[in-house]
């Protein structure tokens, strides 16, 4: 079944440290987004990308990073610039960034806590 | 620049009640409009879509309305289950933009 991937379920992250949120998505799909969710706050955009070797800053970009290498693969690493990463992390794509009647497909999120 | 708004939850109904999640929007053009639902836990799933003025995106059940003169996009639902309870997010397309912008959600809570 075609889908999108985020692995881990739950992470965890000492202080200081760097992380990497991995997502796959096997939908042949062109775009890819990384949002974050934190309780009341709804979803902010971090990093998008439009096309392979192509990406851009979203609303709250500070203190990650992103890579797209591979059409299917969006990794997002969150830095120890990263002031306050606990929150949950979800992924998503959509068929083509500029054709706004296709709607996004999501993962099931990874959740990261800082201990 | 583009912006959803939606009414602030939760909205707590007893099972079969009529549901009505409110959905406003702001942007230029002819935007894409979609309503989204996420349990406990996961991700997000699409419930529903409307790509244009009076078009009716509808899935078990729920239906919402694109209405451009008053730019909303509400949600509605007849009769609800206690399975329904969940966060719903409405959130818009726009013509030559790339990014999906989302409301802060509205929380279901049907009980029994």
């Known amino acids: 079944d075609g889908g999108i991937t985020q692995s881990p379920k739950y992470l965890f992250r000492k202080e200081g440290q760097n992380v990497t949120l991995s997502c796959e998505q096997n939908?042949?799909?062109?775009?890819m987004y990384w949002y974050r969710q934190d309780p009341g706050q709804g979803l902010r955009l971090i990093y998008y990308?439009?096309?392979?070797?192509?990406?851009q800053k979203g609303d709250i970009a500070e203190g990650y990073s992103v890579s797209r290498e591979k059409k299917e693969s969006f990794p997002l690493t969150v830095t120890s610039a990263q002031k306050n990463p606990t929150a949950f992390y979800l992924c998503?794509?959509?068929?083509?960034?500029?054709?706004?009647?296709?709607?996004?497909?999501f993962g099931q999120g990874t959740r990261l806590t800082v201990v | 620049g583009d912006s959803v708004t939606q009414m602030e939850g939760p909205v707590t109904l007893s099972e079969e009640a009529f549901l009505t999640i409110n959905c406003t929007y702001t942007?230029?053009?002819?935007?894409?409009l979609f309503w989204y639902v996420q349990y406990p836990g996961e991700g997000l799933q699409l419930l529903l879509k409307?790509?244009?003025?009076?078009d009716k995106g509808s899935n078990k059940g729920f239906e919402a309305t694109y209405r451009k003169e008053t730019t909303s996009f509400h949600l509605e639902k007849g009769s609800v289950q206690v399975s329904d309870s969940a966060v719903y997010f409405c959130?818009?397309?726009?013509?030559?933009?790339?990014?999906?912008?989302f409301g802060t959600g509205t929380r279901l809570l049907v009980s029994p």
């Open positions: 998503a794509s959509r068929r083509e960034a500029g054709a706004p009647n296709t709607e996004a497909f």
């Open positions: 939908l042949n799909h062109d775009a």
């Open positions: 990308s439009q096309i392979v070797n192509d990406f």
């Open positions: 942007a230029t053009g002819y935007p894409s």
């Open positions: 409307a790509t244009k003025a009076d």
């Open positions: 959130a818009l397309v726009n013509t030559g933009f790339q990014k999906l912008v």
